[in-house]
């Protein structure tokens, strides 16, 4: 085994410890294993610091076995524990420390493979009470709320919610958790809810191929009593991963557990997935989240802003909704920039501060293209008036740009065929057909003509 990382080290620690707290009380716990702290971590020893002679003594007598079973059960070996008196039980560690840090398999020793199949984070901020319930979401709320309410035991299984990036299918699948470790009813095991990504459901599962350890990671994944995984569309063209997710699905769903799903489009649209996943995944029930109308956008941030701890004028949250629309990652993006921007100023959150700090990051919205602009663009283009193109003239480059006008407008804008007739010049509806005949039979064909007219479209549509 190459050194682990002190990283490594300390995400052994921190499940070593676990296990040990489950099979004590809590005051022993607290007595003999809390003060303890980890040194060193190699092939054949644990070193473990203790604060005095007679605590490592008191291990030896009576818990040497617990550890030595922990450690082989981390492990997957036989180790050796050694012991160091010590005061200082820091080591130095990340701040953060996510089981995503250790979804890159390539970077792990082998020997700490029992410590993957570890719950991902689930954030404690992805509460129910923290999701805002619009018309746009209002029936994955509900769905998603009856199942945490009773999970297994509704119609409801599976749960399938998708929707497209920063709805908050994520939100809903964690407050599911978060509701049922708080709640655990129906039996569940609050050590036994798993939240995964798709992600990390592969390479949790390449991982135990590589170190031969397929049945732990079976045994892992069917042995929950709530299966939350998100973003299945990521399964796409990982043929032995989707057949161990069907295989454990297969499983959850005959033992009643209960199954919640996310993705980003209709399961009958999801692409490279088994028709067998596509069709379970259809069993219970199919939810769709929507983006967010302006009134939801606006309480999303009011509550965000209220969070905080910061009072936002109706001004400040209308113009960011009206700016906002269809992502609600993005709307949150938007507020933390302003109360950044706000705290570090000093000054109070204005609509002037916001439209200074907000406004360029704002895409401009579609311009609406009018049959005027048009006009005013295809003359420009072939260096010919406004009034020649809606002229009778039947000069061959004039009746060309004239053709290629209609044809744009029919195009690019909604009007009616009668309308475009009326801007050049009171032609009736059936000129107006013989102009966009003209361009769609014989420009089209013409590749230099049909090249300005793809540059004119373009034109259009960037401005
Ligand atoms: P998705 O998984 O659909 O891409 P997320 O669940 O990650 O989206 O949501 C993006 C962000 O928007 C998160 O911070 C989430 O808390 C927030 N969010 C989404 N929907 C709501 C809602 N209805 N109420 C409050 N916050 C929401
Ligand atoms: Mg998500």
Redesign the pocket.
Known sequence: MENPSSLEIHVFWDRFLKIIEERVNQQSFNTWFKPLGILELNDDNIVISVPQTYHQSWLEEHYLPLLKSASQRLLDRKVNIDFVISDNNDIPVADDITMSSFDNVDSVPSSHSMLFFEQQVINPR?TFD????GNS?QFAHAAAKAVADSPGTTAFNPLVIY?G???????ILQAIANHCLTTCKNGIDRKRIIFVSSEKFTMDFIMSIQNNIAPQYSNYYRSTDLLLVDDIQFFNNKERTQEEFFHTFNALHQSGKQIVL?MDRPPSQLKGLADRLINRFQWGLVTDIQP?DFETRVA?LK?KAESDGVYLENAITDYIAENITSN??EL?GALIRLLAYSSLRGQDISLDMATRVLGETFTKKPSIITIEFIQKLVAEYFSLTNDQIMSNSRRKEVAVARHIAIHLSKKLTDSSLKTIGLHFGGRDHSTVIHSLRTVENKYMADSSLAKHIQVLTDKAKSS
């Open positions: 992805f923290s999701f805002v319930v979401n929707g990036v920063g709805l908050g299918k994520t939100h996310t967010p999303i509550k609600i990652r949150e």
